[in-house]
């Protein structure tokens, strides 16, 4: 793949890492679902961030398959309808994998506009699925998390890529 001018040379992404990334991501949904903000409407869903960063930059290895899996461990955690979270990350990470290629070539601060429509998506789809199964409207304020979850992106962008990042010590006999 060509890269653009001026974008960092990474190393492989280490498989532990990236599991490990996203198993981190579904502790901290499940404990800030719990106890810190007991399911606040506005609460950025963190899990969906760090999988939409894995499905664009590993998409060999996190797919829809993960996302389908993660959906329905936070479905059991969260006692929703089984299968609604499951189903929106599912068309989260579809809609992520049709935009990769695209996605990657623009400045950090414009992807997180590129992404905010699939986060919108997800959660619109998630509130539709509540409201047949006859939930209530989680009220107005969830209209701020696809907002955060986009701001999000670049802090999940740097924190993520850290690892992966080489130390910038030029070589004059090494090219790369």
């Known amino acids: 793949?060509?890269?653009?001018?001026?974008?960092?040379?990474?190393?492989?992404?280490?498989?532990?890492?990236?599991?490990?990334?996203?198993?981190?991501?579904?502790?901290?949904?499940?404990?800030l679902n719990m106890g810190l903000t007991g399911r606040a409407a506005w609460v950025p869903d963190l899990l969906a961030v760090v999988l939409v960063f894995w499905t664009v930059h590993q998409p060999q290895r996190v797919?829809?398959?993960?996302?389908?899996?993660?959906?329905?461990?936070l479905d059991v955690h969260q006692g929703a309808l089984l299968g609604q979270n499951a189903l929106a990350y599912t068309v989260?990470?579809?809609?992520?994998?049709?935009?990769?290629?695209?996605?990657l070539w623009f400045p950090l601060s414009s992807q997180s506009l590129q992404v905010f429509p699939l986060f919108v998506v997800a959660h619109f789809l998630e509130l539709s699925l509540r409201m047949l199964a006859g939930g209530t409207f989680a009220g107005w304020s969830m209209l701020l998390s696809p907002l955060l979850e986009a701001a999000l992106w670049s802090v999940a962008n740097i924190i993520l890529l850290a690892p992966q990042r080489r130390a910038p010590n030029p070589d004059a006999n090494r090219p790369l």
């Open 1 to 31: 793949m060509i890269m653009r001018q001026g974008q960092q040379l990474l190393l492989p992404a280490n498989p532990l890492f990236v599991w490990g990334s996203m198993l981190a991501a579904l502790a901290l949904d499940m404990f």
């Open 63 to 73: 797919g829809i398959g993960a996302a389908f899996v993660f959906g329905l461990l």
């Open 92 to 103: 989260l990470s579809f809609l992520a994998v049709s935009i990769q290629r695209r996605l």
